[in-house]
């Protein structure tokens, strides 16, 4: 396990909680010497205590691990909000409205910061009946390829998960699609605003010109 809780975390949490560290280690079935052994470093707490803790302090395993309980702040988040993490180690795609602790293969994952779009990142955006098809200039190896592209409404996601040796491309309703995020197992998570003015125009661009500059300059780098 690449995280683990602290002394430090468990003592704030406790205390939060309003236990003192014998009624803490009552609901364990440990001492409260073996608490106060946690709580001023000298020791860690066996890791088949980890899920006991977490249900004596009313928290989640993750949240323990996280070292701060997550309050409930989400109930009238917008989708446009979202937040992605990545696993680094199996590519695991998770998704939240808002503030979450989440884990994969014992790593506390961090949200993906959004960046606008590059020349190494360059993404084609054609408005066909009621779908958008998104196609992104960009290698399709088993080491470098993208993942995911992600179109986000007011009130929805559509997600379509990408393969090494496939096509970076994907195709997504159109209605009310503020932003289409995709992500770069190398470089991260880009994103772009979607054009209004392609909204309800079957086969038009969004800004015809900009693409077709885009597209030549894309050739020019890929060949």
């Known amino acids: 396990m690449d995280q683990y809780v602290t002394g430090a975390v468990i003592r704030e949490l406790r205390e ?10 009552e609901k364990l079935f440990v001492s409260d010497k073996a608490v106060s052994k946690w709580e001023s470093g000298k ?11 977490a249900k004596a302090l009313d928290i989640s395993v993750s949240e323990l691990l996280a070292g701060r309980t997550v309050e409930n702040v989400n109930v009238s988040a917008s989708m446009l909000r979202s937040k992605f993490y990545v696993c680094p180690v199996c590519g695991n795609i998770f998704h939240s409205m808002g503030e979450a602790a989440i884990s994969c293969h014992g790593i506390l994952l961090t949200p993906q910061q959004a960046e606008e779009t590059d020349e190494q ?3 084609f955006i054609e408005g066909v009946e009621d779908e958008y098809f998104v196609r992104i200039e960009h290698d399709m190896t088993k080491q470098h390829y993208i993942s995911f592209v992600a179109a ?10 990408l393969y090494p040796e496939g096509n ?11 932003r ?30 900009e693409r077709r500059a885009l ?9």
């Open 168 to 178: 970076a491309e994907a195709r997504l309703k159109m209605r009310a699609v503020k």
């Open 121 to 123: 990142h360059m993404i």
């Open 215 to 223: 597209e030549d300059r894309a050739k020019k780098i890929f060949g």
């Open 16 to 25: 939060k909680k309003g236990l003192t560290q014998a009624e803490f280690a």
């Open 152 to 161: 986000m409404t007011p009130d929805s996601l559509q997600l379509v998960k």
């Open 43 to 53: 020791g860690y707490p066996d890791i088949t205590l980890l899920e006991p803790i």
């Open 180 to 209: 289409i995020f995709f992500y770069c197992n190398r470089d991260g998570l880009f994103s772009i605003t979607v054009n209004k003015a392609i909204h309800g125009r079957p086969g038009a661009y969004d800004d015809t010109a």
